[in-house]
């Protein structure tokens, strides 16, 4: 049985879905019947409903922003729309939530209908279901069998403990490799979509047992083949290769790789690189390949996860972050002001930053580094999501694998910002006082004065002193200071600043007045804080 809200704010319609639907027949426990999406989201933790069936138009918030909020907290709940709103947008909001499907009251047919709907919706809950236990039972039999074994002895070879050369070989022959003439070709498979698919799994560890076992099916028939283990992001294989034989053993790799790229992406919508090494014949010589593999695998970050590359393909060199950090400020601020003005869409600051590191290609562990910075600096801010943590972040950032990937999750990130900084916009008290905030912190570095912004808003200089001050605990001219001394801190931490550059910047006239209102504020002078 399976839980199931409904949320409507027309009575006579939630109480005729409360009273006449035999909702056990179907498979369902009525969990909840609520009048309004809060009330709904309030239970809904308690409860966890599998399926809400939700009106649209509602006092507050509306049906899609409750199925919004739902996914945010990144649950699976399977959702339908019962509407009198015929119109395209709401259908087509609908289908981009990913609805299960749409329904207009008038032209519903309860009996029939809803016993039609509600028994497709549990036809995938079961699936689910069935997958779920299916990927739990293979967890558990790749477990019990070999699967540990090797991922040791992987570890132990990458990690460079002792494993007696002439036992090595032997080791690979136990795990299931037939014996060619004691050489052997190392692969490496990066993985990318690893953020969505962890997602989607819930937990890296079964990701990594439906990926290690779509992968087993494939070199099970294959004697040649024998896959070690997985260490997320990487997939670590060798095929049995005759020195002699190189050209036919590289050709039955590409073949079996091939089969392993085509398996993960339609099942598991994962893309994957392909990186071959050379023929060894030594322990030491493929521990060597697999960390150099691994490594190479990182120049596939600008090259949308090239498919097939061999140990020494040629790649432009990848440049350090010095460079890169020297412009961080001037992405704090952009990202700053399109928080504050969202007068255009993410993507275009987005876009430009992925050209402009693809364009010098650095290194990717430096764009991940300098990321990872600006959403810190980001969620000191702004208030996400509990889910959303810095150990999140810092997690699926190690996975990104390529430019496009990361392109997806930086937009990501940024409209969940932006759209957070819009709720707090849209249930401010005075709207006013939220635009006179956007209008000084877009322009902190102008001299600034109440009449001013005051015109900007068409108010009353007067009236608004007093509007603001009511509704902020301080008085215009304090809120001006206080915005000027926290961009001036910003500003005074850049290497390329001055004390007197920055005075300058903040429409300050008078060097020695802003140094006084600078240690006012924060107790210390400008160039004690700088460590002069």
Not at 47 to 71: A, F, S
């Amino acid at each position: 049985m399976y839980n199931v809200f409904i949320v409507d704010d027309d009575v006579a319609v939630l109480d005729y879905l409360r009273e006449c639907l035999p909702w056990a027949d179907h498979g369902f426990v009525l969990a909840g019947a609520f009048h309004s999406p809060v009330s709904a989201l309030q239970q809904y933790e308690l409860l966890t409903p599998e399926l809400v069936i939700t009106d649209i138009g509602m006092p507050g918030m509306n049906g899609l922003e409750l199925i919004k909020t739902i996914q945010e907290q990144g649950h699976l709940t399977k959702f339908l729309i019962l509407s009198c709103h015929d119109d395209f947008r709401f259908a087509q909001q609908a289908l981009q939530l990913g609805v299960q499907d749409y329904v207009l009251k008038e032209s519903l047919e309860v009996d029939d209908e809803m016993a039609e709907l509600l028994a497709k919706v549990k036809q995938q809950l079961d699936q689910e279901r069935n997958l779920q236990k299916e990927v739990e039972r293979l967890h558990h039999e790749a477990h019990k069998a070999k699967f540990p074994m090797k991922e040791k002895w992987l570890r132990d070879l990458l990690t460079g403990s002792s494993i007696e050369d002439s036992l090595w070989h032997n080791e690979l022959e136990s795990f299931g490799l037939v014996k060619g003439q004691g050489t052997v070709t190392p692969v490496v498979l990066r993985l990318n979509q690893m953020v969505g698919a962890i997602s989607r799994y819930k937990h890296e560890n079964t990701l990594s047992f439906a990926i290690s076992n779509a992968i087993e099916e494939i070199v099970h028939a294959n004697e040649e083949a024998l896959f070690l283990g997985c260490f997320s992001p990487y997939v670590y294989m060798v095929f049995s290769c005759n020195v002699e034989h190189r050209q036919e053993c590289e050709v039955r790799i590409e073949e079996i790789t091939a089969q392993i790229q085509r398996k993960l992406s339609q099942f598991l919508k994962l893309k994957l690189s392909t990186l071959v090494g050379d023929v060894t014949g030594t322990r030491e010589g493929l521990r060597h390949q697999l960390l150099r593999l691994q490594s190479d695998a990182e120049q596939c970050f600008y090259d949308q996860g090239a498919p097939y590359i061999r140990l020494h393909s040629p790649f432009p060199t990848l440049k350090d972050g010095e460079e890169l950090f020297a412009v961080y400020f001037d992405y704090a601020e952009k990202l700053n002001r399109l928080l504050l003005s969202s007068t255009e869409p993410v993507s275009t600051l987005v876009d430009s930053f992925i050209e402009m590191v693809t364009r010098k290609r650095y290194h990717p562990k430096f764009v991940k580094q300098f990321l990872n910075k600006l959403i810190l600096d980001l969620m000191m801010r702004v208030k996400f999501n509990p889910q959303y943590t810095m150990e999140r972040v810092q997690h699926e950032l190690g996975y990104i694998g390529d430019v496009e990937e990361l392109r997806e999750w930086l937009c990501f990130y940024f409209q969940q910002a932006v759209d957070i900084m819009d709720r707090i916009s849209k249930t401010s008290k005075k709207t006013e006082i939220v635009k006179a905030q956007k209008y000084v912190q877009l322009r902190v570095e102008q001299k600034l004065s109440l009449e001013e912004v005051a015109e900007h808003l068409h108010l009353n200089a007067s009236y608004f002193s007093r509007l603001f001050k009511k509704e902020t605990g301080e008085n215009f001219i304090e809120y001006v200071k206080r915005m000027k001394m926290e961009k001036a801190k910003e500003l005074l931490s850049r290497p390329d600043q001055t004390v007197e550059s920055v005075s300058v910047m903040l429409g300050y006239e008078n060097r020695s007045y802003f140094v006084k209102v600078f240690r006012e504020h924060y107790g210390m002078s400008p160039s004690q804080f700088m460590g002069e």
